[in-house]
Every structure is written in C-alpha cells, then in structure tokens.
C-alpha cells in the first residue's frame, strides 16, 4: 500500500515539472518575443541623422552643407583642405588610383561592417593610412594589422592577442573592431574628422588639445596635437579626395554651416565675362589655375570634371575669365608640359614607393 502511495506521488510530481516547464518556455517565448518587437522599433524609429551613415559627422572636410556630385569635388572641399590635397595626389595619386582596383575586396567588405556600426564607409581610408592594407605591419609603438591596433585595445574589444595568435592580423575580426573604437571615439568628439585624429594620437590627447584651444573644430586645435597626428589627418583628407574624388556625402561643422554658402552655379553675368576654348591633350586642373593665376576652386567651378574628360582622351570646352584667355593661349604649350610633367612626377612616386 505504501508503495503505490509512493508511486503515485512520483506520478504527480512528474506532471507538475512538466507543468512548469512548459510554462516557463511559454513565458521564455513571451518575453523574446517582446524584446524582438522592441528591437525592431527601436531601429523603424531611429532618427536617421543620430546615424553615421548620414555622413553628417565629418565637420571640418567640405565648405558646404551637402556634396554635390555634379560639381568638382576640390571647388566643394575647405579651403583650407586644398594644400593638403593638391599635394598629397602629387605624391600618392597614382598609387592609390592602383589601390582602388586592387584593393576593392577589402574595401567591400570594410563597407559591410562599417555600416552595421553606424560608422561612415570613408572611414575605410584610415585603414589604407595606417598599414596601406597590408595585414601584418607592426609599428614602432606595437600596434599591429591593418588598423594597426594595440595590443590593450585590442582585448578588450574581444580580439586574442598571445602566444601564436594575434587576430588584430584579421582583416574580418580586426574590422569588427576597429570599427567599436571608432565607434566609441565618435561617441566622445561627434565629429569624425576629430576620430581620425584621437584614433592615432589617443582619446587623452585630443581631449587635452580640445580643452587647451577651446574649440572642437580641427584647424584650430590642430595645433595642440602631435605632428604626426596632424600629418595622420591630413593623409586621410588626401586619401579620402582621391578614392573618393568623383562622389561623397560629408559636412562641415554647424558654426561653419552658418556663416558658409554652398557654392553657387555661375550666374549670367559671370557667363559673359568669359569665353570658350576648345581643347585637348594632357592638361591638369592644378597646373592651368596655377600658370593662370586662378584659385583652384574658381577654376573648378567654371569647368567641372575637367581632368576626368581629358584623362579619357576627349577634348574640353575650356572656360576662362576673357582677360585669361590671351595669357593661357601664349602659354598653353608651357602649361601642356608642366601638366605632363606632372603626371610623371606622380608615375615615379609611385614607382619609388613600390
């Protein structure tokens, strides 16, 4: 009798687990069913300029406040970015031309993963400035890969470094966490030009430069940081007009936005004060202006896409003010071979990198 007694219970006892767990599961089912429809809110509602991918964080690259793809890209950077620039494709632009081709897997899959953070595509190019793509550069200072991360950093962004294992050596896993620290830095300085400069000088640093300047915007704090990180950013403006000279979407800082307009289509009155020359052969953009006595971006605005069109082998309808005319015509053959020249010049810049 008492062992039936006893049976039964087990019986009993039996059902009533099954009874609570199969209600613990409903409960489970419950509450992440919730948690994915909380989610998935919280992404249809997201404002999408609180986004990297809005592109609104680079504040000190472009002298409006929205690029223009139908207009020259250098007539719409800052003015005081155009140094930089017209130098650095002197002595880079031919390699990094060769790199856009040869480069393009990595810059695809670097695309994928930066978007998933919220971090601007353009972010890419810090990779080619750090390690020129190359997986397994180590610094002087210890960091290592192709965003040349250190070692600390490194861990604790769940990376193994140790012993035979370094995965900051990675492309995939090294993005992944690159893009967390930059992600992190933007958090701090909201201005992505200023997380090209903390990547590479340290958050530290660039938070003491802020603090000794009073400003947040680069050209004003860029003297309170490391030379070599000033360098680190101008690299990376060089960079980013190159591989991305022909398309982009980036801004300027909100004080800028104010006080700057966007650059304007030529006006009528401008239309006739200038004159037409139609022309062909291997005549450079920087070299016409500079042989004429022209701002780059005046040129530039009266004759957009001209480099690309004669790179092609088309000719161009050559617009310039009518007191230029008569002095590109008496010089056009000096201009034609200084533009020549300078395209050799960039040729073996490349070739003694190589």
């Not at 249809?44 to 472009?62: C, I, M």
């Not at 897997?105 to 990779?127: A, H, N, R, T």
């Not at 020359?277 to 896409?305: D, H």
Request: net charge positive; charged share 20%.
């Amino acid at each position: 009798m008492l062992f039936m007694k006893n049976v039964n219970l087990l019986v009993k006892l039996r059902r009533l687990v099954k009874s609570i767990a199969v209600s613990l599961i409903i409960v489970t089912l419950g509450i992440v069913t919730i948690a994915f429809k909380s989610a998935t809110n919280d992404t249809d509602n997201k404002n999408p300029k609180e986004s990297g991918q809005t592109k609104d964080g680079f504040k000190s690259l472009f002298s409006a406040s929205t690029f223009d793809p139908a207009k020259p890209y250098i007539s719409q950077l800052n003015p005081k970015a155009v140094p930089f620039v017209q130098d650095y494709i002197q002595k880079r632009g031919t390699a990094l031309e060769k790199m856009r081709v040869w480069g393009k897997p990595y810059f695809d899959m670097y695309d994928g993963i930066l978007s998933k953070y919220d971090v601007p595509k353009e972010l890419k190019y810090l990779s080619v400035i750090e390690s020129q793509l190359q997986p397994n550069v180590v610094s002087v200072a210890g960091a290592v890969g192709p965003w040349q991360i250190m070692a600390s950093e490194a861990r604790r962004m769940g990376l193994k470094v140790g012993g035979k294992v370094d995965e900051r050596t990675n492309f995939l896993k090294s993005t992944h966490a690159a893009a967390k620290i930059l992600k992190e830095l933007y958090g701090q300085f909201n201005d992505w030009i200023l997380v090209v400069a903390a990547y590479n000088c340290g958050a530290g640093r660039m938070r003491q430069a802020i603090r000794k300047s009073g400003s947040t915007n680069f050209w004003e704090l860029q003297a309170y940081l490391p030379l070599e990180t000033r360098n680190h950013v101008k690299k990376f403006i060089g960079t980013h007009y190159v591989l991305e000279g022909n398309g982009g979407l980036t801004t300027m800082t909100a004080a800028e936005l104010k006080a700057v307009k966007p650059v304007a289509a030529l006006q009528p009155v401008e239309d006739a004060n200038t004159s037409i020359v139609e022309i062909s052969g291997k005549y450079n953009s920087l070299v016409v202006a500079k042989q004429l006595g022209m701002e780059v971006t005046e040129f530039n605005k009266m004759n957009p896409q001209f480099d690309k069109v004669l790179s092609m082998g088309n000719s161009y309808n050559l617009r310039l003010p009518k007191e230029k005319v008569n002095m590109f015509s008496s010089k056009k053959n000096n201009i034609l071979n200084e533009s020549v020249q300078f395209m050799i010049n960039s040729s073996n810049a490349f070739s003694a990198g190589q």
